[in-house]
């Protein structure tokens, strides 16, 4: 079964700390993205990267940087956290032609920063 | 830029009951998706649309797209309280292959 595994589903940290968010995929995706979802605002594109190395600034990138040193593996930082990044984070990938076959998403990681 | 709106923004109804979620574009679609997000865990995929007219099917859920390719719909037959969570339509923002624009999703209570 095909999945894309976010490291952790609850995470707390301090304001100040940096923060890495892992996910991973085995589904040989060219295309990753990271997201955050708060309530009324829907799903807001942070990053998003289409091949290794590559990446490119979403909607909200501030406050956030990524890396992809390998197809599988997509990770965000924060690279010190504020109780304003305390949100869910979704990461997806999806093949280069996104639009046939959609994304495919981790289940989440529930990050509070206090 | 472009936008999806959903309606109603939640949605509570008994068991058995049916229901229907609506997705609107401001401009035409490309491909319209729908997803499912149980409380608190990732999007299941659920629905792909390409094809203005086309209606598709899952168990009790069956999706549409206008002739127009900029409203979808997401009716439940029966509903069960397996149904419930949070719908989000998805689509390719137009111009760009590898950004999608989300809906700000339908909280769907179902009472037992």
């Known amino acids: 079964d095909v999945k894309v595994t976010q490291s952790s589903r609850y995470l707390v940290k301090r304001t100040g700390e940096k923060v890495f968010l892992e996910c991973v995929q085995d589904m040989d995706h060219e295309n990753m993205f990271w997201y955050r979802q708060d309530p009324g605002l829907g799903l807001r594109l942070i990053y998003f990267s289409y091949d290794v190395k590559m990446k490119e600034k979403g909607d909200i990138p501030e406050g956030y940087s990524v890396s992809r040193e390998k197809k599988e593996r997509f990770s965000l930082i924060l690279e010190s956290a504020s109780t304003n990044q305390t949100s869910m984070y979704l990461c997806?990938?999806?093949?280069?032609?996104?639009?046939?076959?959609?994304?495919?998403f981790g289940s989440g990681t529930r990050l509070t920063v206090v | 830029s472009q936008e999806l709106e959903q309606s109603p923004q939640s949605l509570i109804v008994q068991e058995g009951k049916n229901l229907t979620i609506n997705c609107t574009s401001s401009?035409?679609?490309?491909?319209l998706y729908w997803y499912k997000q149980k409380y608190g865990e990732g999007l299941i995929f659920l629905m792909m649309?390409?094809?203005?007219?086309e209606e598709k099917s899952h168990e009790k859920i069956t999706a549409k797209l206008d002739e127009k390719k900029q409203q979808s719909s997401l009716h439940i037959t029966a509903s069960q309280p397996s149904h419930a969570g949070i719908y989000l339509c998805?689509?390719?923002?137009?111009?760009?292959?590898?950004?999608?624009?989300f809906g700000t999703g339908t909280r769907l209570k179902v009472l037992a």
């Open positions: 997806a990938s999806s093949l280069e032609q996104a639009q046939f076959y959609g994304y495919t």
């Open positions: 401009k035409t679609l490309y491909g």
């Open positions: 649309l390409q094809k203005g007219g």
């Open positions: 998805g689509a390719l923002a137009l111009g760009g292959t590898y950004k999608y624009i």
